[in-house]
């Protein structure tokens, strides 16, 4: 299964072809931001989506992410290590500009709240990677068919959004419906199955890394 064939099955289960696809994969995203942080201990991943915009020097971590452990950038075919600053105000002291000072951002970085923030400022396209403690996220690809969310981890993220879409859109009137106490079910025997046939128990009840 794809991560497009399993977008296409919620809609399905739920006799309810005319819900939009963004709606739906929405769902699925918060599902997966849910059971996430719960299932699994962090690994250690690097990532390679965040690529510079001249004069923006926020960006948006990858979903899952729990740690920045260390930050390179790639500049005139060389990957440059960033170092990531002790606190945010080390950054705010020196960048005190407004608008403000620009050139390649090779020599601060630090996480704020979900983003990330280089200085200087950059002033052209510069790929950054990002090398962290991230649980498992939602595939970026239609195509992808080797995910945890699409394998092991499909029937849990199927009938979890099946049940929320349906407690939160479809059935909001009868929080006790017989289709969302079906789904939640579901979702209850699917979580069960993952925990006991795929990774070992433990308390506190985390799931092992999944590699």
């Not at 994969?25 to 059971?35: C, G, H």
């Not at 983003?115 to 195509?143: K, S």
């Not at 419906?177 to 009840?205: C, G």
Request: hydrophobic residues 40%; contains cysteine.
């Amino acid at each position: 299964m794809t991560w497009l064939e399993l977008k296409t099955t919620i809609p399905f289960r739920l006799n309810r072809p005319d819900l939009p696809d963004d709606f739906v994969e929405e769902m699925a995203l918060e599902r997966v931001d849910f059971y996430g942080p719960q299932l699994f201990t962090p690994s250690e991943q690097t990532d390679n989506s965040i690529v510079t915009q001249p004069g923006q020097y926020f960006y948006r971590l990858p979903a899952g992410t729990q740690k920045v452990t260390f930050v390179r950038v790639l500049y005139n075919g060389t990957f440059i290590p960033v170092t990531i600053a002790d606190s945010y105000n080390l950054i705010l002291g020196v960048d005190v500009l407004q608008p403000p000072f620009t050139s390649a951002p090779l020599t601060l970085c630090r996480v704020y709240g979900n983003q990330i923030r280089f200085f200087p400022t950059p002033n052209g396209q510069y790929p950054i990677e990002l090398t962290m403690l991230r649980t498992i996220g939602a595939p970026t690809d239609d195509n992808d068919d080797g995910n945890f969310w699409v394998t092991d981890g499909r029937m849990l993220l199927i009938n979890a959004t099946c049940a929320q879409i349906c407690a939160e859109y479809l059935d909001i009137s009868l929080p006790n419906s017989p289709r969302i106490m079906t789904y939640r079910a579901n979702e209850a025997e699917a979580l069960e199955k993952l925990m006991q046939n795929l990774h070992a128990m433990s308390q506190p009840s985390f799931l092992r890394q999944y590699l």
